[in-house]
């Protein structure tokens, strides 16, 4: 009698076992699907939203690639430049201090050159062109990188715009079924159509971050530019400051005689 009920116990645990091997084997296959599958599962509507955030994506890892060479240290403050133009100013010698800033095409060179060009009208004017030449540096330097913040804006609009349109999609089904769509149809057509905002959402906020981090390392940059401007032109700021402003050298008024 034991015998007997320790065989169906072991008939019924082998048949409960085969029933769930057999329907995990079932399962598997409907619950795979490719990246790609996911992807554009949102209908002609979702696949065409797709290749936008797709091309946006592509443009912000092309911006955030170009940003990451064009500020690094090196390309904006040369080195050596600073102290080699401060040593010829301190000499007197103007004109190769003016070509050496030309020879090194830079964030730095081009700041101290729009100074050098107004040495002859005194410190006034050698100040406001410095200021000038570094607001111009900063919103050239920023305007590659305000694509950034556009992007990051835009992607997760886009995305949402694709969720919008399916799900309008999904209830039209519904209304044109007289409601006869079931749970699973419904849930499906949703899901598809949040594909779009997860996509829009994974490009904003990589892009938003890189844009922030591109906005104050051009901040620090150009403060730095600003600071080593004023450190290279120190020799000359004492003379310059007692020539009146906007009469080149040796045009100075003489004093009148009574």
Same mark, same amino acid.
């Given at each position: 009698?034991?015998?007997?009920?320790?065989?169906?116990?072991?008939?019924?645990?082998?048949?409960?076992?085969?029933?769930?091997?057999?329907?995990?084997?079932?399962?598997?296959?409907?619950?795979?699907?490719?990246?790609?599958?996911?992807?554009?599962?949102?209908?002609?509507?979702?696949?065409?939203?797709?290749?936008?955030?797709?091309? *946006?994506?592509?443009?912000?890892?092309?911006?955030?690639?170009?940003?990451?060479?064009? %500020?690094?240290?090196?390309?904006? %403050?040369?080195? &050596?430049?600073?102290?080699?133009?401060? &040593?010829?100013?301190?000499? $007197?010698?103007?004109?190769?201090?003016?070509?050496?800033?030309?020879?090194?095409?830079?964030? =730095? $060179?081009? +700041?101290?050159?729009s100074g050098l060009n107004e040495?002859?009208?005194?410190?006034? !004017?050698?100040?406001?062109? +410095?200021?000038?030449?570094?607001?111009?540096?900063?919103?050239?330097?920023?305007?590659?990188?305000?694509? =950034?913040?556009?992007? /990051?804006?835009?992607?997760?609009? %886009? &995305?949402?715009?694709?969720?919008?349109? /399916?799900?309008? %999609?999904?209830?039209?089904?519904?209304?044109?079924?007289? /409601?006869?769509?079931?749970?699973?149809?419904?849930?499906?057509?949703?899901?598809?159509? =949040?594909?779009?905002?997860?996509? $829009?959402?994974?490009?904003?906020?990589?892009? *938003? &971050?890189?844009?922030?981090?591109?906005?104050?390392?051009?901040?620090?940059?150009?403060?730095?530019?600003?600071?080593?401007?004023?450190?290279?032109?120190?020799?000359?700021?004492?003379?310059?400051?007692?020539? !009146?402003?906007?009469?080149?050298?040796?045009?100075? !008024?003489?004093?009148?005689?009574?």
């Open positions: 009698m034991a015998a007997m009920a320790w065989h169906s116990q072991f008939s019924f645990s082998a048949l409960w076992l085969m029933a769930q091997t057999e329907s995990g084997i079932e399962a598997a296959p409907a619950a795979r699907a490719s990246i790609w599958e996911v992807i554009f599962s949102g209908g002609p509507a979702g696949v065409m939203i797709m290749i936008g955030l797709i091309a *946006l994506s592509v443009t912000s890892a092309y911006l955030v690639f170009d940003q990451a060479m064009a %500020l690094r240290r090196r390309e904006i %403050l040369p080195p &050596g430049l600073a102290e080699n133009v401060r &040593g010829l100013l301190a000499a $007197g010698r103007v004109k190769e201090a003016d070509a050496a800033c030309r020879q090194q095409p830079s964030v =730095l $060179g081009f +700041v101290l050159a040495v002859e009208y005194g410190w006034g !004017p050698v100040e406001k062109s +410095v200021e000038d030449a570094l607001a111009e540096q900063a919103a050239r330097l920023m305007r590659r990188a305000e694509y =950034l913040s556009v992007i /990051g804006n835009l992607a997760p609009m %886009l &995305g949402l715009l694709g969720t919008v349109t /399916g799900m309008l %999609l999904s209830f039209r089904e519904v209304a044109a079924s007289q /409601g006869a769509a079931g749970a699973s149809e419904l849930a499906d057509g949703i899901y598809q159509a =949040l594909v779009t905002t997860v996509a $829009g959402l994974l490009i904003a906020i990589p892009t *938003l &971050g890189a844009f922030a981090i591109f906005r104050n390392r051009v901040d620090g940059l150009i403060a730095e530019v600003g600071y080593l401007a004023q450190h290279v032109f120190a020799p000359i700021k004492r003379p310059l400051s007692r020539r !009146p402003s906007g009469l080149p050298a040796g045009k100075e !008024p003489r004093p009148t005689t009574p």
